[in-house]
């Protein structure tokens, strides 16, 4: 499709609107990562806006469990948020709306553009209309714009559409962009987030100062990343006192001036290459007390997942709902994810398993990283120094129906044509499996003995996408 269709897209938001506003009752159904909790809480609380019966269920992929339970459902219908897009053509119920925005099904298109108009299912997707789904909104941004359509009142969870693009990294580069930018707007005017210029390392809100450098890793500051020691020095050279009444300061506890000066000594600590990532648009949500990781979009989106990816969903929708008790009981959970997450990045490193060929890089976990977090362990490996940038990096791990992939690439492979979306998921069909997701970020289930099989079949792929 050429050129970013604005209108069209507004059509099929007012459509899918419309369904939701007629409907007597919904299943929502959604991903079980920061965006699609964000979604889902979207969703939940237009239903409950409207006064409509509804239940939510989420789904770590749209396997045949989650395929089955919105084809057998007998709520009048079904919302499915941040999945589907991909596997539209085994949706076969009537009643069905679609906020996603993965790669779509190109049979199930073809199927639209030969039988003409039909209603069977409200495709909501920024691919169709001349978007790019893994940079311009996210699911929960597309969840935002139908529940905006359905009352404007419903503005106030802009927000929320925010952090769901965050959790899926769509603010890297220079911040949020395309259709999020709408979106950002839109909670900036009803004043429920500021953005403001600042070192967007992880953990602003919540990390002592110290963890705060010493864990950075996205980018890593040389020198600094990894050495506890040279961090203490680092702010007492500039004069910052580390603690303050009793406790340890955070990032955004320093003044400006303090601010100011910590992050023009860190800009000189970079390499050239990695200057504008340091610095730029963090997205501060002012409803949420100081020092709660619930005031900064990404350590929000973190806190999601930290629920979501460990079979605690609904403990995160029920935080982007506003309950305090779900806040509480997700504590447990924020812990063991940090330390899976650092665990899972050692292991790789200290146990060498990344292995590089020619146009790929991978490294196969086996049963010892999760196969819900291995896409953002392959991620933060490929952002910090633990793989080669300018290669696409896949990964292995077991999981309970066969071998989990997770393949990620930096932005500017995807400039030069690759697309991981479609060689997942077509390399995962030559060995019997399956996959989908976006261009830079995308995964596959396949069988446990066809690894190496699916390996060189993607190295080909690869080499044949990218110029
Ligand atoms: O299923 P979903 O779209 O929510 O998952 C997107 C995944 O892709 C996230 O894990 C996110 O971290 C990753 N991603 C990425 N870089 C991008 C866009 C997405 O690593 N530019
Ligand atoms: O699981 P992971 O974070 O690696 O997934 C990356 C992207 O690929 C996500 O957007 C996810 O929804 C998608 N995906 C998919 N089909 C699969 C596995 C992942 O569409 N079988
Ligand atoms: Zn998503």
């Keep these: ?242 603690r303050k009444g009793g406790r340890n300061r955070c990032w955004t506890d320093l003044s400006e001036n303090e601010r100011a000066a910590a992050a023009e000594a860190l800009l000189d600590l970079m390499k050239e290459k990695d200057r504008t990532r340091l610095v730029g648009e963090t997205y501060v949500l002012t409803d949420f007390p100081k020092g709660t990781d619930r005031r900064d979009a990404k350590e929000f989106a973190t806190l999601l997942n930290s629920c979501g990816r460990y079979n605690d969903a609904p403990t995160g929708m029920r935080i982007c709902m506003g309950d305090e008790d779900a806040v509480e009981a997700s504590k447990e959970n924020r812990s063991a994810h940090k330390r899976n997450i650092s665990g899972a990045i050692d292991l790789v490193k200290k146990n060498d398993l990344l292995k590089v060929r020619r146009f790929i890089q991978y490294f196969d976990a086996g049963s010892e990283i999760k196969d819900t977090v291995l896409g953002i362990v392959a991620g933060m490996l490929l952002n910090g120094d633990g793989a080669y940038r300018g290669l696409p990096i896949i990964a292995f791990a077991d999981s309970d129906d066969g071998v989990k992939v997770s393949a990620r690439a930096e932005k500017g492979m995807a400039e030069r044509g690759l697309n991981l979306s479609e060689i997942m998921k077509k390399a995962a069909s030559m060995v019997g499996g399956f996959g989908g997701g976006h261009n830079v970020a995308a995964g596959a289930t396949i069988p446990g003995d066809k690894k190496e099989e699916f390996l060189e079949i993607v190295e080909d792929l690869v080499s044949a996408q990218v110029i």
């Excluded at 269920?57 to 897009?85: H, P």
């Excluded at 580069?173 to 967007?200: F, P, T, Y």
Aim: charged share 20%.
């Design 1 to 242: 499709m050429q050129g970013m269709d604005l209108k069209g897209l507004e059509k099929a938001v007012m459509k899918a609107a419309a369904a939701v506003s007629g409907a007597d009752d919904v299943l929502i159904v959604s991903h079980i990562d920061a965006d699609g909790i964000s979604a889902a809480a979207i969703a939940a609380t237009v239903c409950e806006r409207l006064g409509k019966d509804y239940d939510v269920l989420f789904f770590n992929k749209m396997g045949e469990d989650a395929i089955d339970a919105v084809n057998n459902s007998s709520r009048s219908l079904v919302w499915i948020s941040d999945l589907g897009s991909g596997y539209l053509s085994r949706l076969s119920r009537d009643g069905i709306v679609v906020t996603d925005h993965h790669v779509p099904d190109s049979s199930w298109r073809m199927g639209q553009t030969t039988l003409g108009e039909f209603n069977r299912i409200m495709h909501v997707n920024p691919h169709d209309h001349g978007y790019e789904g893994s940079s311009d909104i996210s699911g929960a941004g597309v969840t935002y714009l139908v529940a905006k359509s359905i009352d404007p009142a419903n503005t106030d969870l802009a927000y929320l559409a925010v952090v769901g693009a965050c959790g899926d990294m769509q603010d890297s580069g220079n911040g949020l962009s395309g259709i999020n930018r709408m979106i950002l707007d839109d909670a900036v005017s009803n004043g429920s987030l500021e953005i403001k210029e600042d070192v967007r390392l992880y953990g602003r809100e919540t990390r002592p100062l110290v963890g705060f450098l010493q864990y950075s890793s996205d980018p890593e500051v040389p020198g600094l990343s990894n050495d506890q020691e040279a961090c203490n020095a680092f702010y007492s050279r500039l004069g910052i006192p580390l």
